[in-house]
């Protein structure tokens, strides 16, 4: 009877193990369902606070428009306003630390030393090419914003920061504020609005025309974009396998030196999912 009972207590302690490594598993899954979705959780935290807006503004999000001034053919615009006062262009930014930057720099860095394109040069190109899609008449009524999340500290020209500015610089949970705000000094500086509404139905449909829905495109675009020489790209020439964020020389150089990756490359983030 001992002997049974010694055989049960031994068969009880072999499963631990297993339940504890199905719970591991189950960790690891989670955090890296987690982290594939941050950046899709960023852009959705925005789409809400657009639908907030005063209901005379009219928003569209994630737009692919022709552009032949890209290389790949194509602008990918985040987000567009459209307002009695003025078109708001949005770039957001999934970026973590410090961000210097000024407006006579082509390139801005990251935490002192990551390289990342100038994003109001970006968002210039995106403006421009929406701008064929419109009457000449509007050109003039773009003003341009750059969110990026909380876990960013800025260290850029305080230009970047005044509501007076048409190019401006916000985290993503007050970029319905600053648009409020916006819209509020133009309100002051004109008596009537710049736009009707049917002229903002008129933008609105130009723009959703434009858009290109088609999948096969939009992965070819994102495929061009990926292998963009490092010579032509203003930050580092390696993307994340996962979330194609830019990654530094440094970076790409740990994830191909270490085996658990396989010869990919990952971001800082997505590093922690791989096992």
């Not at 022709?66 to 790949?72: D, E, G």
Request: proline share 3%; charged share 25%.
């Amino acid at each position: 009877m001992l002997l049974f009972l010694n055989f049960l207590k031994k068969k009880k302690n072999e499963a631990k193990p297993k339940q504890a490594n199905a719970a591991v598993s189950k960790s690891k899954n989670t955090n890296e369902h987690v982290a594939t979705r941050k950046g899709e959780i960023g852009e959705y935290k925005i789409d809400i606070q657009l639908d907030q807006l005063p209901k005379e503004c009219r928003y569209l999000s994630d737009l692919l428009v022709k552009n032949p001034n890209a290389r790949s053919g194509y602008s990918q615009i985040d987000h567009i306003v459209l307002t009695p006062y003025g078109i708001f262009t949005i770039e957001t930014k999934n970026y973590q630390g410090t961000i210097y930057g000024g407006k006579d720099r082509k390139t801005w860095l990251v935490n002192g030393k990551f390289k990342m394109m100038n994003p109001f040069v970006q968002n210039y190109g995106h403006i421009k090419a929406l701008t064929s899609f419109i009457d000449e008449k509007y050109h003039d009524l773009f003003i341009s914003m750059v969110s990026f999340t909380k876990r960013c500290t800025f260290k850029v020209d305080l230009d970047y920061r005044k509501i007076a500015s048409n190019e401006i610089i916000v985290y993503d949970t007050e970029l319905s504020a600053f648009i409020h705000r916006k819209v509020s000094v133009l309100k002051i500086l004109h008596k009537e609005p710049l736009l009707t509404e049917s002229e903002i139905s008129t933008i609105y449909n130009a723009f959703s025309r434009a858009n290109i829905t088609d999948p096969k495109i939009r992965e070819e675009h994102k495929s061009a974009v990926k292998t963009i020489p490092s010579e032509e790209k203003t930050s580092s020439g390696s993307t994340c396998s996962v979330c194609n964020k830019h990654v530094s020389d440094k970076v790409k150089t740990y994830c191909l030196a270490n085996k658990k990756f396989n010869g990919k490359i990952y971001c800082y983030d997505h590093q922690k999912t791989v096992h």
